[in-house]
T-cell receptor, first 113, second 114 residues
C-alpha cells in the first residue's frame, strides 16, 4: 500500500515570494507521482506528473517539482507566486501498475498582497 | 470537447434518504473513478469502473454504497439511507484507457446530509 504525507496544512506567503510545498510518500514498489490544484468549489486540475526520466518536472502556471527517490519526496516549487495561486494543492501517488490515486491531505497555499 | 460532468453540483438530503450522484465522462473515455473528499481531508479512492464492469471497489464502504457504469448513460454512485457522516464532496474522474495517469476530474458533487 502507498501513503502520502503533506507536512504543511497551510502555507502563507507574500505575493512574488518563492514557495515550496512539501510531499513525502511511502511505497514498497515504484510509483508515479502527481500534483493537483483545487480552486475553491472546483474539481482537481493536474499541475504536473512524474512518470519516468528527468527528476525535475515542469508543469503549468510556472510550477515545478523534483522527484527524490532516496528521500521519497516530490516537493512542489514556484519561484514567484501570484495572488491567483491561492488554492489547495494535493500530492498523489500510484503504483506503476495501479489503477487508483492515493492523495495526501492537501496544503492550502494562501498568497497575500 | 466537454470535460467530465457531474450533477447535481450540490445535493441536500435528510438522514435516511437516498442520494444519486451522476458522472458523465469525457467523450471517448470508458474508465471512471469515484473519490470522496471529507471536510479538511484529501481525496480517498472509492471505486473504479469500466463500461458495465466494476474493476476495483476496495475503497467503497461495505454497506449502503453502490456504483454502476452502464453501457449507455452516466456512471451513478448511489448512497442509500444517508447519514451525517456521508456529507462530503464526491469527485468523479475519467480516463480513455486503464492508464491511471490520464485521469481527468469533474467539478464534484457536494452532498450535505441534514
Amino acid at each position: 500500500a502507498q501513503s502520502v504525507t503533506q507536512l504543511d496544512s497551510q502555507v502563507p506567503v507574500f505575493e512574488e515570494a518563492p514557495v515550496e510545498l512539501r510531499c513525502n510518500y511511502s511505497s514498497s514498489v515504484s510509483v508515479y507521482l502527481f500534483w493537483y490544484v483545487q480552486y475553491p468549489n472546483q474539481g482537481l486540475q493536474l499541475l504536473l506528473k512524474y512518470l519516468s526520466g528527468s527528476t525535475l518536472v515542469k508543469g503549468i502556471n510556472g510550477f515545478e517539482a523534483e522527484f527524490n527517490k532516496s528521500q521519497t519526496s516530490f516537493h512542489l516549487r514556484k519561484p514567484s507566486v501570484h495572488i491567483s495561486d491561492t488554492a489547495e494543492y494535493f500530492c498523489a501517488v500510484t503504483p506503476n501498475a495501479g489503477n487508483m490515486l492515493t492523495f495526501g491531505g492537501g496544503t492550502r497555499l494562501m498568497v497575500k498582497p | 470537447n466537454a470535460g467530465v460532468m457531474q450533477n447535481p453540483r450540490h445535493l441536500v438530503r435528510r438522514r435516511g434518504q437516498e442520494a444519486r450522484l451522476r458522472c458523465s465522462p469525457m467523450k471517448g473515455h470508458s474508465h471512471v473513478y469515484w473519490y470522496r473528499q471529507l471536510p479538511e481531508e484529501g481525496l480517498k479512492f472509492m471505486v473504479y469502473l469500466q463500461k458495465e464492469n466494476i474493476i476495483d471497489e476496495s475503497g467503497m464502504p461495505k454497506e449502503r454504497f453502490s456504483a454502476e457504469f452502464p453501457k449507455e448513460g452516466p456512471s451513478i454512485l448511489r448512497i442509500q439511507q444517508v447519514v451525517r457522516g456521508d456529507s462530503a464532496a464526491y469527485f468523479c474522474a475519467s480516463s480513455p484507457n486503464a492508464d491511471v495517469y490520464e485521469q481527468y476530474f469533474g467539478p464534484g458533487t457536494r452532498l450535505t446530509v441534514t
